[in-house]
């Protein structure tokens, strides 16, 4: 901050200072993400900068309470274009909210917040839960969550993340 004198008045005026941009991890279009809470082993996500919010594939869901709280039961097939294995999960519920797909379809879908790791970077993801069975991912991380963290590279694929060895028997490959 400067101070000048003007005549008799002192004057207090503000020096813009230029902010230092945080450096942020670069990531490929696709890495694998750790949601401890929810699932033993990571899951293949889609990082999708055009999408504003992330949703993870989900079916039999089910609202319920939990010591006068509201939480959510759900079933997740964390491996692409496989209905095993299946996986039981119970998370505090955060709300719903209207979710606007690419098509323009808009729908009132659950939302839950988990922690998450995509290389080294743990953070709380707010996820929407979807039924994305005929979708090519099961995880879709949208700019919301890596805002101020990540920047994607489109070129590349798994830049900061392998894939877990016991997941080549379901996957057949890492791609």
């Known amino acids: 901050m400067e101070r000048r004198h003007r005549g008799c008045e002192l004057v207090k005026t503000t020096v813009k200072r230029k902010r230092t941009p945080t450096p942020r991890t670069v990531i490929g279009w696709r890495e694998w993400v ?29 609202p ?6 509201p939480w959510i039961s759900f079933s997740i097939h964390p491996v692409q274009r496989h ?5 039981q999960c119970h998370a ?55 805002r101020r963290r990540f920047l994607v590279d489109p070129n590349r694929s798994f830049q900061v993340s392998q894939p877990d060895p016991a997941l080549r028997n379901h996957t057949g490959n890492d791609r």
């Open 34 to 62: 750790h949601l401890p809470d929810l699932l033993p082993q990571p899951i293949k996500a889609k990082l999708d900068t055009g999408a504003r919010t992330s949703a993870l594939h989900a079916y039999q869901v089910e």
């Open 64 to 69: 319920y309470e939990r010591d006068g709280t």
């Open 83 to 87: 209905a095993h294995p299946e996986i």
């Open 92 to 146: 505090p519920l955060l709300g719903q909210r209207l979710i606007t797909s690419s098509n323009g379809h808009q729908q009132l879908r659950y939302v839950i917040r988990a922690e998450s790791r995509i290389g080294d970077i743990r953070f709380a993801m707010d996820l929407s839960l979807a039924d994305r069975d005929q979708m090519g991912f099961r995880l879709l991380i949208g700019r919301e969550a890596m």
